[in-house]
Every structure is written in structure tokens, then in C-alpha cells.
């Protein structure tokens, strides 16, 4: 069982839609990520927050709007995605951030996108 | 410049046979983290180990072991009697101190035991 949640598993959806993907972390950690991981491809830091501020963007396009109403619910707001942003997302969380003692980053289980 | 190295892209081994997966890291801070992540089909990456940069004491834990050297810059893993259910993709990962905000990961190595 994991510490953190990822809904949906998988979502398909065209191109003009607009759908939201959801994590949340029952593990009293402070920082949450969301990364993009690609067929054949490294993974991509994609957003980082920490007690609810944002804290990184790494020049991720608009489409991709990202919402951390607390410090243990992210969210993924997409619109208007392109086929190439099909690929696997996975939310996660740390105690902190930083290079502290004992900070371990904790992941879901990925939502399986496709954009048809 | 990358920051963690898994040079084995794909690695296919019989069941039972041992096998070791390498990382070599890059950073120019006394105090960092590495860890091992298991990715299996399903996708999520489940964390295996992460060690400080103070202790190179080797760990082991049941099958799986791990070799940390620092005069090399590598961290590697290595699992004993490898079985079906360790067919997965593994990444290594680094953190740091001067960036805190990062996990530097590498690109993965997919391992299939073949049974």
C-alpha cells in the first residue's frame, strides 16, 4: 500500500479536453512533485511545491496548470494537450525539501495518459 | 552534464543467475544522498535504499546488495538469485545539498530475468 494516492490510473481523452489529474499523499510530508516519464525517456521534473508554494517550473507549457490547495493534495490541470504529452505522470512526495536527514522521495503509482 | 550515470540500458538475465546494476554519480558536495528505485510494469517507483554520503558501509538486505565507493563516484546493486518478479526498471538517484530542491535521476536500467 502506498503513502501516496494517484486518480485516475489511466485517462484517455482528445485533444480539446480539459481533465485534471489528482494525488494525495497520507504521509505528512510538506513537498510534493509532479513528474512526466516518457517512453524511452529520463524522467522529467515538471513542478515542485513546498507547503503549497510553488517552488520550481521548469518550463513546462501552459497547458499543464498545477494546484496544491494544501500540503497533501496536488493536482494536474490539463487542456488542449498534444498526443506527444502522452506518457505516464507520477505525483510525489518528501518530507522537504532539501538535502535533509532522512528526506526520502515517496511516489504514487502514476496516472497512464493518452491524448488522442 | 548528468549527474547520475546508468550506462546499462537493458540487461536480461536467467532466473537464478546473480546481477549487477551500476550508477556513477557526479557532485562536487561532501554531503549528498543516493538512492535505488524499483519501477515494475505498473509504474509505480517504489524506494528500495537511500544512503548518506558519510557511510560507504556496504548494505545488504536479503537478495538485493548495494556497493557504495566513493573513490569512484558509483553506487551500485547488485541482486542475488534473481527471480521473475525482479524483472523491472531500476533508477538510481542523487540528492544534494547546494540544490535542494532536486533528485537527480538516472536513466534507468531495464532488467527482464528470464525464467
Request: net charge negative; aromatic share 12%; charged share 15%.
Amino acid at each position: 500500500e502506498t503513502g501516496v494516492t494517484q486518480t485516475p490510473r489511466h485517462l484517455v481523452m482528445g485533444m480539446t479536453n480539459k481533465k485534471s489529474l489528482k494525488c494525495e499523499q497520507h504521509l505528512g510530508h510538506n513537498a510534493m512533485y509532479w513528474y512526466k516519464q516518457s517512453a524511452k525517456k529520463p524522467l522529467e521534473l515538471m513542478f515542485v511545491y513546498s507547503l503549497e508554494e510553488r517552488v520550481e517550473n521548469n518550463s513546462v507549457p501552459s497547458r499543464f496548470s498545477p494546484e496544491c490547495p494544501n500540503s497533501s493534495h496536488l493536482f494536474l490541470h490539463l487542456h488542449t494537450l498534444q498526443p506527444e504529452d502522452s506518457a505516464l505522470y507520477l505525483c510525489a512526495s518528501s518530507l522537504s525539501l532539501g538535502n535533509v536527514v532522512g528526506n526520502t522521495i515517496y511516489f504514487g503509482e502514476g496516472s497512464w495518459l493518452t491524448v488522442v | 552534464a548528468q549527474k547520475v550515470t546508468q550506462a546499462q540500458t537493458e540487461i536480461s538475465v536467467v532466473e537464478k543467475e546473480d546481477v549487477t546494476l551500476d550508477c556513477v554519480y557526479e557532485t562536487r558536495d561532501t554531503t549528498y544522498y543516493l538512492f535505488w528505485y524499483k519501477q515494475p510494469p505498473s509504474g509505480e517507483l517504489v524506494f528500495l535504499i537511500r544512503r548518506n554520503s558519510f557511510d560507504e558501509q556496504n548494505e545488504i538486505s536479503g537478495r538485493y546488495s548495494w556497493n557504495f565507493q566513493k573513490s569512484t563516484s558509483s553506487f551500485n546493486f547488485t541482486i542475488t538469485a534473481s527471480q521473475v518478479v525482479d524483472s523491472a526498471v531500476y533508477f538510481c538517484a542523487l540528492s544534494e545539498t547546494n540544490t535542494g530542491n532536486q533528485f537527480y535521476f538516472g536513466t534507468g536500467t531495464s532488467l527482464t530475468v528470464i525464467p
